[in-house]
């Protein structure tokens, strides 16, 4: 049981450019979102997602795409980098109820 | 919006200790509370949950309480040790936020042998 897994978990990207963090989770969890991590500023919701194909936005979605075209997969579409979103990502997912979150690793990434 | 505060933000206490973390949410029609612990340069390791109906939960030396009415949520830790340093993150989790965290800043705690 792999839990929530994220790749990749470090990436240096030059600003303009684009990429997709991936966030999969094997528990069949309905729930998924995205955080970001930032000195001072605790954990902030980007997006999330409380099933497949249903998706909403968070505290600070600027900058950022979600899909959710399958329960296990949430991936994070960067579409234009900016030294903003330098940050550590973290992703995580949930069940229904009475079960808690369960977080991946974390992608730490640099803009520059 | 629901805002969640952590007191203090930080703390630092001599091994051996019983110590108390503070957590306080604005809104208290709360799912669940959880409480979660980050080494540094890590990912969150899930401690404790509580859900909306329960008061309190235990899991070996720390105890996590929640009163909704009143907005706020203690982690006790018994005897603390130095592989207890840590940021210790409380996090509430809402209906009406889609089901996702809104986090505090979190306590970092420095348990000195």
């Known amino acids: 049981n792999a839990g929530v897994t994220q790749t990749p978990k470090f990436q240096v990207l030059k600003t303009g450019q684009s990429m997709t963090l991936q966030c999969a989770q094997d528990?069949?969890?309905?729930?998924m979102s995205w955080y970001r991590q930032d000195p001072g500023m605790g954990l902030r919701l980007i997006h999330y997602?409380?099933?497949?194909?249903?998706?909403d936005q968070g505290e600070v979605p600027n900058g950022y795409n979600v899909s959710r075209s399958t329960t296990e997969d949430f991936p994070l579409r960067l579409l234009s980098a900016a030294p903003s979103q330098t940050s550590v990502y973290f992703c995580?997912?949930?069940?229904?109820?009475?079960?808690?979150?369960?977080f991946g690793s974390g992608t730490r990434l640099t803009v520059v | 919006k629901q805002e969640v505060t952590q007191i203090p933000a930080a703390l630092s206490v001599p091994e051996g200790e019983n110590l108390v973390l503070n957590c306080s949410f604005t809104?208290?029609?709360?799912?669940?509370l959880q409480w979660f612990r980050q080494d540094p340069g890590k990912g969150l390791t899930s401690l404790l949950l509580?859900?909306?109906?329960?008061r309190e939960q235990t899991s070996g030396r720390l105890n996590a309480s929640l009163d909704k009415s009143s907005g706020r949520s203690t982690l006790y830790i018994a005897a603390s040790q130095p592989g207890d340093s840590a940021t210790y993150l409380c996090?509430?989790?809402?209906?009406?936020?889609?089901?996702?965290?809104?986090f505090g800043k979190g306590t970092s705690l420095l348990v000195t042998p």
């Open positions: 995580a997912s949930s069940g229904p109820g009475q079960y808690g979150y369960t």
């Open positions: 528990m069949n969890h309905e729930y």
């Open positions: 997602s409380v099933g497949a194909g249903i998706t």
């Open positions: 809104d208290s029609a709360i799912y669940n």
């Open positions: 509580i859900q909306s109906s329960q």
């Open positions: 996090a509430v989790f809402n209906s009406n936020s889609g089901y996702a965290l809104n």
